[in-house]
């Protein structure tokens, strides 16, 4: 459930967005753009360290409020560093799987804040945990925390490595092997740094859709994944990590805006927009691309309030002119030679054309931005935008009349498509060039880009079909309460995720609930479960005046854990989704990424499952789902066995 | 570009009409210009993929190049087409909307006519057979959310013979916020909520259902009535809370044997009831016949004092379905509730968008499981074989038995649950003293299983579903409809 996007983001609500035309200096100190701190205020360290230890405990899942508050009261009490940091340390040794990443954002977070004193408290210890942890999680959660340890390169205030570089250079080698930028470059290693860069660049097309340059990289990085993917040479793989070294390195500052540490009073450019004087249009200046896009949209707002101040812009005008410029807009656009060079090698390879349009139509990102920043201040002009919309159709004279209907010759293309002149590229989804509609677009393609961003994580996955929502959810569902906000076309009514939650939740529960009868005379015999190997518990079950194992299933005569055994399956089952779809895709076509919807689901998952015997490969999978009932986390199961429900009769998930 | 390919120039107001056979798919790209399926407008350069039988129109009122990729069995332009009809009842309905919000919002503005209704648009669709009735529903759906005006239309499907983001033999209501995706006669009207991320939120729908289970109005019009009726309150009550799904208003699609059928017998009343059940239920102030003259007369006899009843062209394009056409549909239509949405792309295409998403992001991993015959407690509603109400003498009342929940015994070799579909409902009201007798014929749908396998010596049972979680402890019931894959 916990993306990185989410954590670099943890501070997104908490700060200035990147891009909100802002009055007055920005701000950088947490009091002053969150909640306060918990006004506990600690007198000596011991009831720090009990009180700290304790809301460490409630981090069980990637909560942007809990690392917040952990990470101001770190900042806060910064005298007690190496309390935190012990503290913190300890906590990620001691969770199960599963809940090491939200400690380790944690980690990063209070590192890249508050940074001194405790990055570098972290050091002498970081190369270790971070090793050990990748170890122990599923592939998912490696891809984040590789994505994190490429944050850290540049993740100190002055751009270097967040922990020094011996230590940077000591972890990437426990995870990719080998030197950085020595003899043998993995391919994990190029997708999973093209990954980092792409995501940058596709924040910064995402915070100003106006970023043709921006867009154009993003495109060739796409371009650039689907070559390494399909497999290159270990020469273009060295040639392509290092383009995306300087290119990231290049386009470090600007992005750190989506980050955390943009509490760092470290100029950004996201920063800078505010005192900076607006470049009247016509000025001869050709200001870089990113107040570029600034000074239209100031003119812009200027043209919508009616309020003369500059000279309204002619938006279409410079639309076109932006676009047409092409590829060439690298000359008006501030860092990117470097891909340019990335630009003319794939050039060479043939994977992008010259006018730059990528060959083939995979380009998933290539959202067409016509709309500049959004801005939060509101309602008048949006307001005014909805009026005139309902002005011009009360101003249609039709009549529910057969005559009327049938008769007159519709308005629609001046509704439908003149006053939603902004499509989607990816959609076709049409948006009015107005306040509403900038907002709206705005919503429209950040959903587009978190979908994508999910949908390729996902790739290959077995999915299912939720279950419908409760009645009462149904009704009351208030995601679509009130206007404009959230609202706009794309965004998934609340009770979808809410009900997959609560769907994994019940799960959980019933899987939880299942147990296995101790034989009698086993009641002294301890066993452990073959995948995760921990020591089953035993309880005794007043109702029916037995022992039985918790969280049990017997399978073949063995007995696993119920949650491990279910998630071993999952995984065999998936796997075998995936492969079948690989194989077809491979034998279909080329195209890296056409991976086949042609092969069904195996049909018999059924005889899948009684084949199975969980291996060590799927011990891994599994060990994210143990978890014993002391928990915080599956509390729910705890108080489901001391209120004196009965607990769920046998269990019949049988396979 | 590639063999398989043709470039189609259509005029201002045209339509490419296309039917698929069997097996066969289609990619359609818009080359330049603007295009729309059934109201969606499609993103140029986007290779748009049909199939499983599908016959669509691909409508441009200002003219457009297309480049088809694969073969059509029947494909034509057709220059006579009602899309400005259409267009025109839409117009007449944003005006109602808007009327509606501002009653809402307390402004009624003096420049607008004082007497104009104030209510939002609640549309009921009738039309015979073949008259395009989904489609027209599903235009002007796709036109409301397209209007930039951030509406959430509620669509509402009680024809149990289309089902309506579930399978077939559900009625059902959704909350619609954008364009209603074209790709297969499976999911006309957008998919139902995955644990896939989707593109487009009309392929996470979250609908309201409940279970009918049959395909046929007339199997049991009283359970039917009492669905609709069922549907209805909960509809209004999710409008009466949620201003802006109020003045968005609604719009119904029905059965065609709503509109055709003797003029006469039980038969009449059984529709009549069923009509009248929709328009109380949804408050309908706007009844669209769809060309069909006698039933146009019909209605505005009947509810042409009331409320507005107008009768609306049908498209040409329409093409006669006969009933093994229907039986594959709802074959597809199953397949894709329990695997999600799969079309081949033709030769030489590439990643296709497929009902407004990536090829590869709708597919889903159903579960097949055995479990014990008591883990699933299982009923039919009424008698299994039940004369149907056509059958019985005019004015003979119906036994209380058609509405009674009958439990269903695995173990009994006429149990008719071997491929059948069932629906899994909401738990009963945890509440003991709230329960009542037919409770069970008011709790909503939450998920669909069939039961492929039954092994009656060792008392187990083989379900395929595509939802999550343990089935045990759980209601279903059964209807008349069976799948095999
Ligand atoms: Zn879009
Ligand atoms: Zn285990």
Known sequence: ?655 | MQNDSKEWVLDAETEYRFELDPGASLAIKLVHGQAEVFGAELAEGKSYLFGSECKAAIFTWQGCTLQITGHASTEYVSDETPMAAYANLHIAFEQMRVRALRVAHGSPNSDDDPNANAEPPRVLVLGPDNSGKTTICKILINYTVRAGQNWSPILINVDPSEGGWAVPGAIAAASVQSPLPTASPANPLGSAATSAPTALSSNALVPLSYWYGHADIKRNPLLLDRLIRNLGENVRDKCDGDPEAYTSGLIVDTPSSFASGPTSGASTDSRHTLIKACVEAFKINVILVVGHEKLNVEMQRLYGSRLTVLKIPKSGGVVELDLPYRQRVHKYQLHTYMYGQKIEQPPGISSAILGGEAVTDVVLSPSSSIINFNDLTIYRIGAESMAPSSALPIGAARTVSEMQPVLIDPASSGSGLLNAVLAFIAPFNPDETERYDEEILDLNVIGFLVITNIDIPNRKMTILSPNQGSFVGKTAIIGSFEWEE
């Open chain 1, 1 to 655: 459930m916990s993306i990185y996007p989410q954590a670099h983001s943890y501070g997104q609500a908490a700060y200035p967005a990147p891009g909100y035309p802002q009055p007055g200096p920005p701000t950088y100190s947490y009091q002053q753009s969150t909640a306060p701190p918990p006004s506990t205020y600690y007198v000596d360290p011991h009831s720090f360290r009990r009180d700290y230890a304790a809301r460490l405990a409630q981090l069980t899942i990637n909560s942007r409020p809990i690392i917040q508050s952990l990470s101001m009261v770190a900042q806060e009490y910064s005298r007690w560093a190496e309390i935190v940091v012990q503290c913190l340390e300890a906590h990620i040794r001691r969770v199960p799987p599963y809940m090491k990443l939200p400690s380790f954002y944690l980690l990063d977070a209070i590192s890249k804040n508050v940074y001194d004193p405790y990055a570098r408290h972290f050091a002498p210890f970081v190369v270790p945990l971070f090793l050990e942890t990748y170890q122990q999680v599923d592939q998912t959660t490696r891809s984040k925390m590789e994505e994190m340890l490429l944050t850290w390169r540049t993740g100190a205030p002055s751009g270097k490595e967040l922990f020094g570089f011996i230590t940077q250079i000591a972890i990437e080698r426990g995870v990719w092997g080998g030197d950085r930028g020595a003899a043998d470059i993995s391919k994990a290693q190029v997708l999973s740094e093209l990954e980092f860069t792409l995501s940058q660049k596709e924040r910064a097309l995402q915070a100003n859709t106006w970023d043709h340059e921006a867009r154009k990289h993003v495109e060739v990085l796409q371009q650039l994944r689907s070559l390494v993917e399909a497999g290159v040479s270990q020469d273009e793989l060295r040639q392509i990590l290092s383009q995306l070294r300087s290119l990231s390195q290049s386009t470090a500052p600007p992005t750190t805006s989506s980050q955390p540490q943009v509490s760092y009073p470290q100029p950004s450019s996201t920063y800078q927009y505010p005192s900076q004087p607006v470049y009247p249009a016509r000025t001869s200046f050709v200001p870089p691309a990113v107040q570029h896009s600034e000074s239209i949209n100031s003119s812009y707002h200027y043209q919508s309030t009616d309020q003369p101040k500059s000279e309204p812009l002619d938006l279409s005008a410079l639309l076109s002119t932006s676009v047409s410029s092409g590829p060439s807009t690298s000359t008006s656009a501030a860092p990117p030679s470097n891909i340019a060079g990335l630009f003319s090698a794939l050039l060479k390879a043939g994977i992008v054309s010259a006018t730059g349009t990528p060959v083939g139509d995979s380009s998933s990102a290539k959202a067409e931005g016509s709309t500049p920043q959004p801005s939060d201040e509101p309602s008048e002009n949006e307001r005014e935008a909805s009026r005139s919309y309902r002005r011009a159709i009360l101003a249609e004279t039709i009549k529910l009349t057969n005559a009327d209907i049938t008769k007159k010759r519709p308005a629609i293309v001046r509704f439908m498509y003149e006053r939603l002149s902004v499509q989607c590229k990816q959609c076709g989804v049409r948006f009015s060039d107005d306040v509403m509609g900038r907002k709206d677009m705005e919503s429209h393609l950040d959903m587009h880009f978190r979908q994508n961003r999910k949908a390729n994580q996902n790739l290959g996955r077995g999915h299912s079909r939720s279950w419908f929502v409760a009645l009462e959810d149904w009704v009351h569902d208030t995601s679509t309460d009130y206007k404009g906000k959230g609202r706009a076309d794309g965004v998934r009514p609340l009770n979808a995720k809410a009900s997959a939650l609560a769907e994994a939740a019940n799960r959980e529960a019933e899987l939880r609930a299942q147990f296995v009868i101790v034989p009698p005379g086993d009641e002294a015999k301890t066993i452990s479960c073959p995948i995760c190997k921990e020591i089953l518990k035993s309880e005794f079950l007043e109702d029916d005046e037995e022992w039985v194992w918790k969280n049990a299933v017997k399978k073949d005569d063995r007995i696993f854990h119920a949650t491990c055994h279910s998630e071993a399956l999952t995984s065999v089952q998936s796997l075998a989704v995936r492969l079948r779809n690989e194989t077809t895709g491979r034998s279909r076509s080329g195209t890296p990424e056409g991976i086949s919807s042609r092969a069904s689901p195996p049909k018999e998952t059924a005889s899948l499952r009684t084949s199975l015997s969980p291996t060590a490969e799927s011990k891994r999978a599994a060990l994210k789902r143990k978890a014993e009932n002391d928990d915080p986390s599956f509390h729910m199961t705890a108080t489901f066995d001391n209120d004196g429900t009965p607990p769920m009769k046998r269990l019949a998930l049988e396979a």
